[in-house]
């Protein structure tokens, strides 16, 4: 039994050439995500990264450090840190789906 001319969907050649679109914008990702920037503020603490999530610049107020405690600045510190990296991250993953929706077994490569 023959089957209908693109059957199942989208024909071959046009699923090569989303794929190469696809391609071509990944390339470039990584330049695109560390031109970004965005300020992460969390008790104080302001870090600067790019869409890496690359620490770009810290910023601490005064009014938050107490020579007595040292631990309570470290662990704003860490926070702000994670939660830029998490931003990032998101940013990244956001990106990468848009870039390539529907890219069959893109599910399986943990993308």
Known sequence: MK???NF????M???????????ARAQNLDAELAAER???????VKCTFNGLGEL???KIDPKVVDPED????E?????AVKDGFARATEERDAK?????????GLDKLGL
């Open 38 to 44: 965005f300020d992460i503020e969390k008790n104080g």
């Open 56 to 58: 770009q610049g810290l």
């Open 3 to 5: 089957l209908p001319k």
């Open 96 to 104: 990468v789906q848009e870039i390539m929706p529907n890219v069959p």
């Open 8 to 11: 199942g969907g989208q024909s």
């Open 75 to 79: 662990d704003m510190i860490v926070a």
């Open 70 to 73: 040292i631990e309570i600045l």
């Open 13 to 23: 050649g046009g699923m090569m050439a989303q794929a190469q679109q696809a391609m």
